[in-house]
């Protein structure tokens, strides 16, 4: 069993940054791969990014791609996500969430195992 426990959600100015923090209760297998997502007013949850725990892979959406960065500390069995260039179109609730056997689809919100609890990040004038 893992728990996911997110923080460092907020609000900020369009272009400034803010960093969201996934520690991790429990342990965490090499072969799991760990993930953000987001879920906006009124809208579906979507894919952010992912990183692989053994071999530090990782993906991005289109839509933060060269303005998010995902990173994972083993020791700390903690999963950052860096966030530069804030948009209003970036403002959402994230999860952080951990799929314990990861396929081919990691954008797919059904392969995930566990979830954080959710952190609000608003990016208005």
């Known amino acids: 069993q893992v728990q996911l426990v997110e923080s460092g959600g907020g609000q900020v100015q369009p272009g400034g940054s803010l960093r969201l923090s996934c520690k991790a209760f429990?342990?965490?297998?090499?072969?799991?791969?760990m993930a953000w997502f987001r879920q906006a007013p009124g809208k579906e949850r979507e894919f952010v990014a992912f990183?692989?725990?053994?071999?530090?892979?990782?993906e991005y959406a289109d839509s933060v791609s060269g303005r998010f960065n995902i990173s994972r500390d083993a020791a700390e069995n903690t999963v950052l996500l860096q966030m530069n260039n804030l948009k209003p179109g970036d403002t959402a609730v994230y999860y952080c969430?951990?799929?314990?056997?990861?396929?081919?689809?990691?954008?797919?919100?059904?392969?995930?195992?566990?979830w954080g609890q959710g952190n609000q990040v608003t990016v208005s004038l």
């Open positions: 969430a951990a799929d314990a056997y990861p396929d081919s689809t990691p954008g797919r919100i059904s392969a995930y195992d566990y």
């Open positions: 990183v692989t725990w053994r071999n530090n892979k990782k």
């Open positions: 429990g342990t965490i297998y090499s072969s799991y791969r």
